[in-house]
């Protein structure tokens, strides 16, 4: 079935340092499924963070970035300079025929970010 | 941003006893969504919702489990009987649309703890 590898567990990063957390996924009931992080931060609801739904091209928000590689099946966040406010739990996720219009979601990965 | 609130953020309940879960979605949102995350794994679908009625639902939702939204009030996730498996946090979601690429909308969980 369709699933979703993350960066496990909890990543630290010194304020400023450039942020990687990878993702690949796995999607046998369709060629392109679509693609997603999303972002929790402490006591609220998961955030759509970005989206990209076409292989090759790339996404953006608040200076992350992940780019849809469907050679390599991956879709790694990066954020070249990270802050203090993006502390949180962040999460891959992808949507395919095969789960209906519901999302299959990797297992999150927290960031914490020090000063 | 639109906001998923659900109440109550935590509930503790024995074994065998009833519990609904309530979620107040997006208010112009046509489709709901019922996710569990048990700690330290993956969020996993539940179940999904439209115009009254269960679109699709997962191994996940057994027979103890029942979706609805009377009168476009909250909605809802009743357990009847819970078991010990049923602790886990469970997350409620709205969208617009159903298709694969529409950003499905969030609330921040309820954490149930069945003893």
């Known amino acids: 079935g369709d699933s979703v590898t993350q960066t496990e567990g909890q990543v630290t990063v010194s304020e400023s340092k450039s942020l990687i957390i990878n993702c690949t996924y796995s999607a046998t009931s369709i060629a392109y499924p679509n693609l997603f992080w999303y972002v929790r931060y402490p006591g609220e609801g998961l955030q759509l963070l970005l989206k990209v739904i076409t292989a090759g091209q790339k996404g953006s928000s608040r200076g992350f970035e992940a780019t849809y590689n469907k050679e390599t099946t991956s879709f790694h966040l990066q954020k070249a300079s990270v802050q203090e406010s993006d502390s949180a739990v962040y999460y891959c996720?992808?949507?395919?025929?095969?789960?209906?219009?519901?999302?299959?979601f990797g297992t999150g990965t927290k960031l914490q970010v020090v000063p | 941003g639109p906001k998923v609130l659900q109440i109550p953020s935590h509930q503790i309940i024995d074994m065998g006893q009833m519990v609904t879960l309530n979620c107040d979605p997006v208010s112009n949102h046509l489709y709901f969504y019922w996710y569990k995350q048990i700690l330290g794994q993956q969020m996993e679908f539940l179940v999904n919702?439209?115009?009254?009625?269960?679109?699709?639902k997962s191994k996940l939702f057994k027979d103890q489990f029942s979706v609805e939204r009377p009168d476009g009030s909250y909605f809802t996730l009743k357990i009847q009987p819970t078991a010990l498996e049923d602790s886990a946090v469970y997350f409620c979601?709205?969208?617009?649309?159903?298709?694969?690429?529409?950003?499905?909308?969030f609330g921040p969980g309820t954490r149930l703890t069945v003893l």
């Open positions: 919702f439209y115009n009254g009625k269960v679109m699709e």
């Open positions: 996720a992808l949507s395919s025929t095969n789960s209906g219009t519901y999302q299959r």
């Open positions: 979601a709205s969208s617009l649309y159903g298709g694969l690429s529409y950003e499905q909308y």
